[in-house]
DNA sequence: TATCAACACGAAAACGATGTAGCTCAACGC
DNA sequence: GCGTTGAGCTACATCGTTTTCGTGTTGATA
């Protein structure tokens, strides 16, 4: 086992000072010509790489982000994922990943963990429990120690800080009013409880639309899940829900504000012998596996996860090596969405 | 902004030396009661924390994993860093993570880029063209400066190193068993081409159960896709050799060796009119959310990701905190896999 | 011959923390 | 009165780099 060679041992062995040899690498003029080859070879030779914290506790930049998701055992967080670490990547970042479950203890505790010189920002979709409690002092002292945050998805208007989202509302109205030119007349929603705020504002474009089409709207329509927990955990809770809902409505468009929601929809109202989408149609929200691969394959709003990764992380890093007295203002970047058409809508 | 207080600044600030404020704030039996007790406070007040990076430095350990997967878009690797993260996190360790995209340069950029001090070791699952060129130097000079490496799904029996792995012979036969008591007659395998070793493995299985049974193989019915790269960027190719395999056999059981193959294999076998599993019946391996969620749900094989991922950090932490003069053998440990049934089998 | 660049290099501080070794002052024993 | 002891604190080295500020040796110039 060869250890790795630290400059002190490169000049040791060449018989000249630490200083010479880190100048002769950084091809300082400093330097004589020969000396410089000298000691370019040798590094080559053992490998010499230099050390990557010391550098960053000379510099006070790691050079990585964290990023902080409420699980990755899901589609538009892993894309997300993506986009990050490509951009970062690019930039010569590192990514550090952090799992909340979306619970707002881990979410703390993971904060704390980086926050004490591993990271230089964050990029964090805030976890589900955080926002039901609305307790963000972790965040807002975050921020106010100097470390600055990038939010996507699911944020907060409290907090100052940069922001990618998607246009929850506009993009939501399209999708209903899509369903309202297909023909259908009773058209339901799936959502979230109002904390969640991609909840809210998909909601939100849900009765936007109908009130645009002048039709009225009927609460009993409106289903939203409580799931405070990790998606798979309550599989049968969600089913249950949708069941009671398909009981006591009749609908014949549904918009269910992510992939899981529709395809569990999907299940339910094939066990009820309806047919999509003669008898229902659908159109879900965020295009993941699930969505291309169901059956027949789920119409959905695609919000571009890869784009939102990048663009988060081209927020983060801009603002990194921008430091203009941090009094740049903060920018949030709105993401474009697109509905894929597959088979689950007649248009 | 209140920049993080440093040693330094709290000794000034009470006009005490740097070294008082350390043992004060460590409980050193040292320093007096007295004035443990104001360095605590004033530590708290001002909300310090030690800086990581000066402790890594000095400690010349991270407390930080490396983990590098192929693609993190992907149900099974997730799982698999779920199981990371949580054991690693138990253990007061970050997790950083580095995506290969199944390309053999980007896998050694990432392994370099960490490979400098900024992680302890490696937790990794080989890209396919790192299998294909079959050059692991990178793997090896890693590991014999030092930083232990735990492979996990797809291994390189070359390279001498902990492992995690489900027995992919063995539970092949099984599952291809549970066809033949199922009563299929001509039984396929959708696989990978053979450097991928999971793949290879998988289909020797595939053979052995149909041997144990006297059933002749045919060679024409063992279809080895060749996809070097992202799993979701040649879909329409694998589509195609899916539907050609179709086209020239006649079979009325599958076995695929992941599930994108499986929920493709079903799609191609409806639209030639298939039922299953009535006309065939198809088993997948891995259990994603695609299996759970596909119409009908598909029998598949647990490899148990979040297991797996549990099992590769407690390998690798191990073997970090005993350094036993590094004469510990390694370990290569088998995880356990279960059979899935859901409704793509009839037994 | 004294002066002065230019050149090539080295010493030392700094980043933030820890731990060893040493210092100072008081109390105590004999 | 002198050595010993211990409590309580500080100085300093260290981890691996970078960088600023010297410093000694040339060779050329006035």
Redesign the interface.
């Known amino acids: ?4 060679p630290t400059l002190k041992v490169i000049a040791k062995e060449l018989d000249v000072s630490v200083s010479t040899v880190s100048k002769a690498l950084r091809d300082s003029k400093e330097i004589g010509e020969e000396t410089k080859q000298k000691v370019k070879a040798f590094a080559k030779l053992y ?1 010499y ?6 550098l ?2 000379k510099n006070k930049k ?1 050079k ?1 982000l964290g990023v902080i998701i409420p ?5 538009f967080f ?2 997300v ?2 986009g990050i ?2 951009f970062a ?1 690019e930039k010569g970042y ?6 909340s479950n979306e619970s707002f203890k881990k979410e703390v505790i993971n904060l ?7 990271i230089d920002g964050f990029i964090i979709s805030v976890a589900k429990e955080t926002l039901s409690v609305k307790d963000y002092y972790h965040l807002s ?1 975050t921020i ?3 470390i600055p945050i990038v939010m996507f998805d699911r944020v907060i208007d409290e907090i100052d800080c940069d922001k990618v989202i998607v246009d929850d509302v506009k993009t939501s109205e399209k999708a209903v009013q899509k369903l309202i030119d297909s023909g259908c007349k009773h058209i339901g929603i799936i959502s979230t409880k109002d904390y969640v705020s991609v909840g809210r504002l998909r909601t939100e474009g849900y009765s936007n639309a109908l009130k645009a089409s002048k039709i009225a709207i009927d609460e009993n329509l409106i289903l939203k899940i409580d799931d405070k927990f990790n998606s798979n955990d309550n599989l049968e809770f969600l089913e249950e829900q949708i069941h009671d809902y398909f009981e006591t409505n009749e609908v014949d468009g549904l918009f269910a504000v992510n992939e899981l929601y529709a ?1 569990t929809a999907m ?1 339910v109202a ?1 066990q009820k012998g309806l047919h999509i989408p003669k008898d229902l149609q659908i159109i879900g929200f965020t295009d993941g ?2 969505s291309k ?3 027949p394959p789920l119409t959905t709003i695609s919000q571009h996860g890869f784009e939102m990764g990048e663009e988060a992380a081209k927020l983060l890093i801009d603002r990194l090596e921008n430091p203009n007295e ?1 009094e740049e203002p903060f920018r949030t970047t709105v993401v474009k969405t697109e509905i894929i058409d597959r088979e689950t809508t007649k248009l």
Chains 1, 2 share one sequence.
């Open positions: 086992m060869k250890q790795k490998n790489r230099p050390n990557n914290i010391a960053s506790l790691t990585t699980e990755i055992v899901h589609h892993t894309t994922i993506s670490e490509q990547n590192n990514v550090i990943v952090g799992l704390e963990m980086l926050a004490n010189g591993s002292e106010d120690q100097g395809i299940k094939r596996v699930l691969h169901a059956y941090e």
